[in-house]
Nanobody, 122 residues
Framework: VQLQASGGGLVQTGGSLRLSCVAS????????IGWFRQAPGKEREGVSC????????VYADSVKGRAAISSDNAKNMVYLQMNSLKPEDTAVYYC????????????????WGRGTQVTVSS
């Protein structure tokens, strides 16, 4: 199982970014993908999760209404669209995989990719 997050960058407050997570050596049909973020000095926190098998999506309260998670199974890609970005969204964003959405606790997830930096300037 391999994952790679991309799409981060520097954006102004109120801007948007679309993060991508490409999966290899497994199919998204049978896995859930979670997005997490970690700001300096803080614990890694869950942002959103999608389970194609369970037809399920969930969002953290901190991004609800501003984020949208989606998948393209043909490309084995999961996307996280982030809108109305705030400085407090600044963090390294990671995608993770497991057989189900384990919730926002990072330790529950088995497979991780390298992160992508998102910086929101005020």
């Amino acid at each position: 199982v391999q994952l790679q997050a991309s799409g981060g960058g520097l954006v102004q407050t109120g801007g948007s970014l679309r993060l991508s997570c490409v999966a290899s050596q497994f199919t998204l049909d049978y896995y859930a993908i979670g997005w997490f973020r970690q700001a300096p000095g803080k614990e890694r926190e869950g942002v959103s999760c999608i389970s194609m098998r369970d037809d399920f999506t969930v969002y953290a309260d901190s991004v609800k209404g501003r984020a949208a998670i989606s998948s393209d199974n043909a490309k084995n890609m999961v996307y996280l669209q982030m809108n109305s970005l705030k400085p407090e969204d600044t963090a390294v964003y990671y995608c993770a995989a497991d057989i189900t959405c384990h919730g926002p606790i990072a330790a529950m997830w088995r497979y991780w990719g390298r992160g992508t930096q998102v910086t929101v300037s005020s």
